[in-house]
């Protein structure tokens, strides 16, 4: 088999081909399996490499196969899945930080992980260090001797921010941590971090890889050693197992993820060419276009754009927000992204930059975003008719 992107997405991982196996294998919900005391142990400390599942928290066969063919799509050595993307960040930061460590984190990133990291991982004692991940420079002056991680996520939500992964990664290793990237918004067909020197993926697999908002997930991708203890504290201890229903329909939607990027992609472009071209547009941020600030990174270091946008208009944000959630019709007014229909939810500044951001440059910040953005997750349909759609509701 030669094994490309296209291929790995189909079959990476596949078991055997025996006459009389299914050619799509149907989910195993089993949570547990016919065992013997002499194959399997009852502690986290006696899971071996070759131990057979026994009990779905400690592994499942449907989970393998999603966890193969994630560690052969990002060129990782393995990877374990989870109940979501949080599950996933927070899995990893759990087993790489303790009390005393400091983490450097993007000034920008999910929401979710910003909270997290300035508040519990704060309260457990590890110092957290939020920095402008796309200047290398404030990278190195933000290392110390007791950073044992630095965490990035590029292109970074909601601004679509971009993080010079080779840079960072080698900043982080010279200054004795490792890198983490999240990787969810470029998708293994965007991007491949580890190739660019990362320790660790992580992906929200809800998003594009599952693709039709219809669960969730979450991945890391890594060594072997390192996702060996990640998979007995975060799934055998903590039990942020993924539900293996869930990992055959990310399975499933991961199978026309090539095709899907290519649609979301050139779908994003024409969308995004044409709100620049809108009187009422103060600003797009998309990293294909060439006004992108980091246009020629972007180019250097994703072979597909994805489908997310953001931009902010002149005048009021706040009235715009509502005139969009009314008068939108194809593109739905919801959070979250990747999903095959158009969404779009408005981010406004003041709120992201208190609650989930506090450490932001908050100029910077407001220069990308203006008083708000309206997030566009461009879905596949035909993209002359989200215009149609953008083009009535924003007047
Ligand atoms: N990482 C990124 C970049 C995200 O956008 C999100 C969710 O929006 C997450 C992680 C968290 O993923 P989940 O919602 O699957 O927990």
Not at 29 to 45: I, K, M, N, R
Not at 246 to 257: C, D, F, K, P, V
Not at 286 to 313: E, T
């Amino acid at each position: 088999m030669t094994e490309t992107l296209s291929t790995l997405l189909l079959h990476g991982g596949d078991g055997p081909r025996t006459v009389g196996t299914p050619v799509s294998p149907a989910p195993v919900l089993s949570t547990t399996y016919y065992a013997h005391p002499d194959a399997v142990g009852f502690s986290a400390e006696d899971l071996k490499a070759d131990t057979p599942h026994f009990y779905t928290r400690w592994s499942n066969p449907t989970l393998e196969l999603l966890e193969k063919r994630l560690a052969l799509l990002e060129g990782g050595e393995a990877a374990v899945s989870f109940a979501s993307g949080m599950a996933a960040v927070t899995g990893l930061f759990a087993l790489k930080l303790q009390s005393g460590d400091h983490l450097v984190l993007s000034d920008v990133c999910y929401a979710g992980v910003a909270e997290y990291a300035g508040q519990a991982l704060r309260r457990q004692g590890v110092a957290v260090s939020f920095v402008d991940s796309a200047d290398p420079a404030a990278v190195a002056a933000a290392m110390r001797p007791d950073t044992r991680l630095v965490h990035v996520e590029t292109p970074a939500n909601p601004i679509l921010k971009l993080t010079d992964i080779a840079a960072i990664a080698a900043i982080a290793h010279a200054g004795g941590a490792e890198l983490s990237v999240d990787s969810t918004i470029a998708t293994p067909v965007g991007a491949n971090p580890i190739a660019l020197g990362a320790d660790y993926v992580c992906h929200s697999l809800t998003k594009y890889l599952c693709g039709h908002g219809d669960a969730l997930g979450g991945a890391v991708i890594g060594r072997a050693a390192a996702m060996a203890e990640l998979r007995k504290q975060s799934l055998i201890h903590l039990g942020a197992v993924l539900s293996p229903f869930s990992a055959y329909l990310i399975l499933r939607g991961m199978e026309t993820l090539e095709l899907r990027m290519a649609r979301h992609e050139a779908n994003a472009r024409a969308i995004a060419e044409w709100l620049e071209g809108h009187a009422k547009v103060r600003r797009v941020n998309w990293p294909g276009l060439a006004s992108h600030p980091q246009a020629d990174l972007a180019r250097r270091q994703m072979r597909n754009f994805s489908g997310l946008i953001s931009f902010s208009v002149h005048g009021d944000s706040a009235a715009m927000a509502r005139r969009l959630a009314d008068r939108l019709g194809l593109v739905s007014t919801a959070v979250s992204l990747g999903k095959t229909k158009s969404l779009c939810f408005y981010i406004p500044t003041d709120d992201i930059l208190r609650s989930s951001f506090p450490a932001a440059d908050a100029a910077q910040y407001r220069d990308w975003a203006g008083d708000g953005v309206f997030r566009v997750s461009v879905g596949i349909e035909d993209a002359a008719a989200i215009i149609a759609d953008f083009d009535q509701a924003l007047g």
